[in-house]
Every structure is written in C-alpha cells, then in structure tokens.
C-alpha cells in the first residue's frame, strides 16, 4: 500500500477494548490500525470501555442485575453508554473526521456531530443468536435489549463493511439495511507466515489448533470423527495444539499427538508440516486460522457454513462437511488423503489464492476508498 498524496491522518479506529492489542478480536482491530498507518490516514486507535478492573466489575455486576442474570455485559445498554460517552470526547478534542467501529457496541446511538461513522464486523446479533453455544443465561431483556440495539447501530452508521457475504446477506435480508451502504471487504491474514517448501500429502498428518473453547472450535466433534476414520486409514495422525490441558486429555489416545501449548513457531512448524487443516467448528463467523493454514500450502476441513464455503471457494481448496457429525467428519477425512496429488494440488492452487485475495492493505484501501466518497 501507498500512502495517499495530500491524505490526513483523519481516521480513529475504535473497539470496546484496545484495538492495538493481539488479544482483541484475534488482533483484527490493530491489523486493520496498521493498516491505516501505512496509508498514512490513522489518527488514533481508541478502546472505549473503562480500563481500572474495578470500575469494569461495577459495570458488569450492573449489568448482570438490570438483565436478571445475563452475564454479557458489553453487548448491554450500560456498556455502550459508556462508549458513547468516551466517544463524544474523543470525536471533540481530537477533531476526528472518520471512526471506524471494529463491532457495534461502540456505535452510539446518536453520533455525535462532525465525524463520520463507519462499521466492520464479521457477523450479526441475528446470525450469532441462532447459530453460537450460548456462553450464558440469556434473560428476555437481555434478548430484547440486544436486538434493539443491533438494529440502531446499523442505523446510526453511514456504511457497514464486512468479512464475508453471507453476513452481508443478514444485513440486507433481516435487518433490511439498503445494499449499497454494505460493501464485504474480507480480512487480511494471521500471524503464521506463508510457507513455500514442499508439502508430503501422503504423511497423514492432520492439525487442529485452537487456544480456548476447544468443544465450540469443533475439537470434540473432529476427535469423535478421527478415531473413526483412523479404523479403516491408519496412516492418519492428529496434532492437537494450543492449550496444556490438551496433553493430559489426549497423551493416551492412539493416533493423536497433543502439543499442547505451543510458540509461534512452532504453530508455524506444525503448519509447513500438516497436509490438512481440519477445524469442524459449530459456529466460526470468520476464521483468521483458515486464511493462516491455506498461506502454508494446507488445505482446510469443516463444516458448510457461515464464512467457510466463500474462504475455500466451495470446495475448491478443501472440504466442507454438511452434518456436524461424527461419521461425516470421518468420511470427509478419509476422502481428503485418498488421492494426495489432488490434496496437493488444492493445498498450492490454495495458498495461491489466498496470498493474492487476503491482505490487510487491501481491506484498508477498499475501506478508505468508501470513507472517501461524498
């Protein structure tokens, strides 16, 4: 990316938490910070929510009793009022022309005056509600409260920017946002850098890597459907990596090496070594992990929905699997090392293509190009 002649730093990016931390949102708020600097149009990177622990916890027990017991405190009423608040201020004494929301709690509901504001997300309060594992007891307020205040954040920016299309699609569809204020911009890719050595598709070694929630990344379901898989393949090895409880759940196992957790390079290790990426999770709204396991020439497996048919292409670069069971995981499996030359081949023509359509600079660019018009 170029820097603009004549451009000014006139963009805040804005989450919740801080947006140049590698723990919020899985670093996209500070990829897309990085971004903006290098096109010369970043002006402040803004968390919003109250940074003292104490002053935090007064917030969620609040909210925990006006909602009767729903735990999720920043997608309350409470929380973005705060934001609001905060907001004002920064939109006031930093003169800010543009705000980027990296998600809806920060969009107040009446903007204040002067700045623009804009909105990129990777999924809807609709589609999270029907399709996620609730963390939590959801009261009918909480319910309520959400869905309203959704439905006002998408009425209070000027554009809404995307990571996929079938989230695109809710927003036009259910919340009956008009088409051409929401434009799908995708993502840029992870840490784990791309790899150009020579893959042995043959070796039988699957990777499945997640930090947390390992039932809800589809751990539970992936390791049901190896074992089945492994009874009429026995080639086939699965590496576990990501958190040190994997290596007393798993040292036993026939088949399955844990790693549990591991550095960046030895993910990156793991990645150049791996033939495919399987990761059958119930619900990933997106998935940084699959941009990151197509760059190292490795094809992905998971199940046929939200963002992951439109990453792989369909089919193209790996393997999607209709029913989140068991027997279908293991029938996908044994169907990706049945012919290593095409597992090859998807894992190169992959990474092609990831390389050349997900790159940070050009969510950047698309981005500020519509910031940029009347």
């Known amino acids: 990316m170029s820097k603009r002649p004549g451009s000014l730093k006139d963009v805040a990016v804005?989450?919740?938490?801080?947006?140049?931390s590698s723990r919020t949102w899985s670093g996209t708020p500070r990829a897309l910070c990085l971004a903006m600097e290098?096109?010369?149009?970043?002006?402040?990177?803004?968390?919003?929510?109250p940074r003292f622990k104490l002053l935090r916890g007064l917030i969620r027990l609040a909210s925990f009793v006006y909602y009767r017991g729903s735990d999720d405190w920043k997608r309350g009423a409470l929380c973005r009022q705060i934001c609001a608040r905060r907001l004002a201020?920064?939109?006031?004494?930093?003169?800010?022309?543009h705000v980027l929301h990296t998600g809806t709690f920060t969009v107040p509901a009446r903007p204040p005056a002067g700045a623009r504001h804009f909105l990129y997300c990777d999924s809807t309060w609709h589609i999270w509600s029907r399709r996620a594992q609730p963390s939590g007891y959801r009261s009918a307020k909480y319910l309520s409260d959400a869905e309203r205040l959704e439905r006002q954040a998408y009425r209070a920016v000027r554009h809404i920017f995307t990571t996929a299309q079938y989230v695109k699609d809710d927003l036009t569809d259910y919340y009956q946002v008009p088409m051409d204020a929401v434009?799908?911009?995708?993502?840029?890719?992870?840490?784990?850098?791309?790899w150009f050595g020579e893959k042995q598709p043959d070796?039988?070694?699957?990777?499945?890597?997640?930090?947390?929630?390992?039932a809800d990344k589809g751990g539970d379901l992936l390791v049901q459907g190896f074992k089945l898989a492994r009874q009429r393949d026995a080639r086939l090895t699965l590496h576990i990596a990501g958190d040190d409880q994997y290596l007393r759940l798993f040292s036993r196992e026939p088949g399955i090496q844990p790693h549990g957790h591991v550095s960046l390079a030895e993910l990156q290790q793991l990645f150049n070594q791996a033939s495919l990426f399987a990761m059958p999770a119930p619900f990933e709204p997106w998935g940084l992990v699959y941009l990151e396991s197509l760059s190292c020439k490795t094809p992905v497996l998971g199940l046929a929905r939200n963002a992951l048919p439109e990453i792989i292409q369909h089919g193209r670069y790996g393997f999607l699997v209709d029913k989140p069971e068991p027997e279908a995981v293991a029938e996908a499996l044994l169907t990706a090392f049945r012919d290593p030359d095409r597992l090859r081949r998807m894992g190169e023509e992959g990474q092609r293509y990831c390389l050349d359509k997900f790159d940070w600079d050009k969510v950047a660019d698309r981005i500020l190009d519509q910031m940029s018009a009347p």
């Open 14 to 20: 804005c989450a919740v938490d801080d947006p140049l």
């Open 38 to 49: 290098r096109a010369g149009r970043l002006h402040s990177a803004a968390g919003l929510s």
């Open 89 to 97: 201020r920064l939109c006031r004494d930093r003169l800010v022309a």
């Open 183 to 194: 434009t799908v911009v995708g993502t840029g890719r992870g840490a784990i850098q791309p």
């Open 203 to 214: 070796n039988g070694l699957i990777l499945f890597a997640a930090k947390q929630r390992f």
